[in-house]
């Protein structure tokens, strides 16, 4: 089997350094770091904050370019239109135009994907029923709850019905049972044969939806492994791999 | 395409939500009926009509530059700060396409509210203006004045007068220096001598008697306000020039029989007492009749509209480079100094004996005027309030040029710039 035509991203000892404006390094944010996800999987980047999960992310979607080694997006440049136009990203938060409605902003991204007014059309209703928001369709998205906004970051990246989903904490400020949707989303797009790559904070929940998992601290990958190979639960091992959790000095301020 | 047309739409949708654009066409409209109205004129019909158009368009064209200025400068640099830029950069959509997508769209919405502008103007400059006709204004045919400059370097560089400071000079200062002389050159026409201009001949082919116009602005050495008399001709038709006053004056050509003169040559025979000086380069000027005021605020329109995106893609490509803030201050400057740079330069056209700061101040004053030339040279509203023709090849050049060449030139560098950016 042809290994790299089977991965969807590959990055080969990618570092990445942030210099300053007289380009000295400040900030050695990825370092060495090799990776691939597979075609079809649920590939889970998990880390402490400052571990390179979000820089990785954006070298990956080519909004960064690595200081050394070489990432590839269906073995293209991830800058390429060609590899952008697999691709469907939902950011941290949302960053939706506030005075576009829900239908509009999912208009507006399938316009960007090349879809004509009529298959924007039927593509932006079929997405308003999926993520449950037909009814509020024409309010302006700045009006939106947290939840409700994410919903529709969530259609906006799926519109152009992308082969790779990168979703960086996808279920940030969700309350309980919007997680959850998110969740049974995230692994039935996975089962039709969509390929995901999710980062997250929050260990149960990658715990549910991946298939593989790679733990990054201070840059460097520290773990890689299924989940369902790993013998013990994702918090354990992970807490295992990063290191124990911090002691607050709590005293001074429960006088 | 359509990302290109989505991206488009969403920048007017975010110029006609936020009410921006709402509130510049209604301050545009109120600025063209009611500052005219403010300004106090010369008392004649024809000083108000200048006041309308001078002071009404021209405001109306400084805040709409100021305002997309303003929307372009914040365009890239506020969607990269919110984080915005991002969701659209991951798609398959190329960054010179969202660069033009936003320059098309600013510069359309900044040329609706100029086109409603123009449309006001008619109304508020009296509606005698709309049977009025504008003229072509010819200037005799000439070497260049850098051209000239070239032809007289060797010579002038030998003469014993001039200074060791110039001799000493660097080419392209005494090449400035003596372009600048002469664009300013006078020809002196002694009493009963004959100065003649050649004009281009197929302008002036075929124009009827009482149809064409020459404008002459004499001066001597010695006063400001002199006797003039002769007479001037061209082909078949003549003129008696005959006043007291130095002003600018107008002279219809008609025929009056006599001897013909050469075909597009102009002459002038002095017949008074003195000495008469001309600068043909800015003197004498032939006026032939052109096309209705209408297509003459058309013409004025488009070049407008032109100068327009090439400011916007400038603001863009200052947004594509800068945070926000620091895009519109840089832009703010630029555009004043590009104001002033010009007169500037006219003022003090060469460096000798100047110090060292002065010396600075005027290289950055001449690159900035320069480089801002297709801006501050393209200004029609004089001409439209005069009467004069926003020639159409001059609009063509405009379109050329401000709307199309340099706007793509600046998407193309926001559009490079734009994704390292992206790594701070």
């Known amino acids: ?255 | 395409m359509r990302a290109f047309l989505g991206i488009f739409q969403l920048e007017l949708k975010a110029l006609s939500r936020s009410r921006s654009l709402l509130m510049l066409a209604a301050a545009s409209a109120a600025w063209m009926f009611v500052v005219p109205r403010l300004v106090v004129g010369d008392g004649t019909a024809e000083g108000m009509r200048e006041v309308c158009l001078g002071y009404g368009l021209g405001g109306v064209l400084a805040l709409v530059t100021v305002s997309m200025l303003a929307a372009a400068t914040g365009s890239l640099a506020r969607e990269r700060a919110e984080k915005r830029l991002q969701l659209t950069m991951v798609r398959p959509v190329r960054y010179f396409a969202i660069v033009a997508a936003k320059i098309a769209a600013l510069s359309s919405a900044g040329a609706a509210v100029l086109a409603l502008a123009c449309a006001l103007a008619p109304f508020c400059a009296g509606s005698a203006s709309n049977h009025r006709r504008c003229v072509h204004v010819l200037r005799p045919l000439m070497p260049s004045p850098r051209e000239e400059a070239k032809a007289m370097y060797a010579e002038y560089m030998k003469l014993p007068d001039t200074p060791d400071a110039v001799k000493k000079a660097r080419p392209s200062t005494v090449l400035r220096l003596l372009a600048t002389r002469a664009w300013d050159r006078y020809d002196t026409v002694r009493t009963n001598a004959v100065a003649a201009w050649r004009f281009p001949a197929a302008a002036v082919r075929g124009v009827r008697s009482g149809e064409v116009s020459t404008r002459l602005k004499f001066s001597n050495t010695y006063n400001a306000r002199q006797d003039v008399a002769g007479e001037l001709r061209l082909g078949e038709l003549s003129a008696a020039v005959s006043n007291l006053t130095q002003a600018v004056l107008v002279f219809p050509l008609a025929d009056r029989g006599g001897e013909a003169g050469e075909e597009g040559v102009l002459s002038f025979r002095n017949l008074g007492k003195d000495a008469l000086m001309l600068r043909p380069r800015r003197d004498v000027e032939l006026l032939i009749p052109a096309d209705s005021f209408f297509w003459n605020l058309l013409r004025s329109w488009i070049e407008m509209a032109a100068t327009l995106t090439l400011v916007v893609a400038f603001g863009l490509f200052l947004s594509a480079s800068l945070g926000r803030p620091v895009a519109l201050f840089t832009a703010i400057v630029f555009l004043l100094v590009s104001e002033m740079s010009p007169s500037v330069v006219e003022q003090y056209p060469d460096e000798f004996g100047a110090t060292l700061s002065d010396r600075i101040g005027l290289m950055v004053a001449r690159t900035v005027a320069e480089v801002s030339h297709p801006i501050s040279s393209m200004n029609p509203l004089e001409r439209l309030s005069r009467d004069e023709c926003v020639e159409p090849r001059e609009v063509a050049h405009a379109v050329a040029v401000n709307a199309f060449a340099l706007p793509v030139f600046l998407a193309l560098l926001a559009a490079f710039i734009l994704p390292r950016k992206q790594e701070n």
């Open chain 1, 1 to 255: 089997m042809n290994m790299e035509a089977e991965n969807v991203v590959s990055l080969a000892n990618v570092s990445k350094t942030f210099r300053d404006f007289w380009l000295r390094p400040t900030v050695a944010a990825v370092d060495s770091l090799s990776l691939a996800v597979r075609r079809g999987e649920v590939f889970g980047l998990l880390g402490p904050n400052g571990s390179g999960k979000s820089t990785t992310i954006k070298m990956i979607l080519g909004l960064l370019s690595p200081s050394v080694g070489e990432v590839r997006l269906f073995g293209l440049s991830p800058r390429s239109v060609a590899a952008r136009r697999r691709l469907g990203y939902l950011p941290e938060l949302s960053f939706l135009h506030p005075f576009l409605t829900a239908a509009e902003t999912i208009g507006y991204y399938a316009g960007l994907c090349g879809l004509t007014r009529r298959e924007a059309s039927r593509r932006t209703r079929e997405l308003l029923a999926m993520v449950g928001l037909e009814s509020v369709a024409k309010r302006p998205v700045g009006e939106f709850s947290k939840g409700m906004a994410r919903r529709v970051a969530l259609a906006s990246a799926l519109v152009g019905r992308p082969e790779l989903l990168v979703l960086d904490e996808p279920t940030s400020g969700l309350d309980p049972i919007s997680t959850k949707e998110v969740k049974t989303l995230v692994k039935a797009l996975a089962q039709g044969g969509m390929t995901v790559l999710t980062t997250s904070h929050l260990l149960a929940d990658a715990e549910d939806i991946c298939d593989r998992v790679m733990i990054l601290n201070h840059g460097k990958a520290v773990a890689e492994g299924e989940v369902s190979s790993l013998g013990t639960s994702l918090e354990e091992f992970f807490l295992a791999k990063v290191g124990s959790v911090q002691d607050f000095a709590l005293a001074p301020f429960l006088r």
